[in-house]
Every structure is written in structure tokens, then in C-alpha cells.
Nanobody, 123 residues
Framework: QVQLVESGGGLVQAGGSLRLSCAAS????????MGWFRQAPGKEREFVAA????????YYSDSVKGRFTISRDNAKNTVYLQMNSLKPEDTAVYYC????????????????WGQGTQVTVSS
């Protein structure tokens, strides 16, 4: 089992930046690929980004490619999501996830989730 706690959300103006963090505890962090998902009000949860256990492979949804960057620090058991050039449509609750890369990127699901952190982008 792995526990995930997100932080770093908040209110930002369009064009601004935020960095989300997800701290993991429990079973070996390095065993897992990590991902970020988001869910806006009235919409289904959607995949945002994922990173392999080594950090050597990253994946992004088309809607955030070129603006968001996922990274991880295995020494700190933490994964990050740097969000630049934010748009009002990025407003959502952002969730951290831990599982295999296939489950996160292809199935777009996960066995382990954080509690979520709210990101609000004003126009």
C-alpha cells in the first residue's frame, strides 16, 4: 500500500504558474510509475501526465503538452507537476496516482490516489 498527499494548489491568474507536489509514503515509491489526473466540476476525471519509475519516460495529454512538466525525486519520495501558462480550463481538482505505467497511461486509472488539491485559474 502507498499513501499519497498532494499540495501546492491554489488560485492563480491566467498565464500564471503553479507547482503541485505529491508526497508518497508506505511501500517503495520507486516501484511505481506516478501520474496526475484532474477532474473539473461536472466532468469526468481525465489523465494529465505520467512518469516512469526512473523518470526516464514521461507522457502528457494533448491539452497540457508543452505547458506542464512532470518530474520525480525518488530520494524524497515526491512527484511534481510544474504548470505554466495556465488557462481557465485548467481549473480542476488535481489528483496524484501511483500504479504501473500501463494502468495510468493506457487504462487511465490507478489503484492508489491522493485526496486531491484544488487549482483555480481566473481569467
Amino acid at each position: 500500500q502507498v499513501q499519497l498527499v498532494e499540495s501546492g494548489g491554489g488560485l492563480v491568474q491566467a498565464g500564471g504558474s503553479l507547482r503541485l507536489s505529491c508526497a508518497a509514503s508506505g511501500r517503495t515509491f520507486i516501484s511505481y510509475a506516478m501520474g496526475w489526473f484532474r477532474q473539473a466540476p461536472g466532468k469526468e476525471r481525465e489523465f494529465v501526465a505520467a512518469i516512469s519509475w526512473s523518470g526516464g519516460s514521461t507522457y502528457y495529454s494533448d491539452s497540457v503538452k508543452g505547458r506542464f512538466t512532470i518530474s520525480r525525486d525518488n530520494a524524497k519520495n515526491t512527484v511534481y507537476l510544474q504548470m505554466n501558462s495556465l488557462k481557465p480550463e485548467d481549473t480542476a481538482v488535481y489528483y496524484c496516482a501511483a500504479d504501473s505505467l500501463h494502468t495510468i497511461v493506457v487504462v487511465k486509472s490507478s489503484d492508489y490516489w491522493g485526496q486531491g488539491t484544488q487549482v483555480t485559474v481566473s481569467s
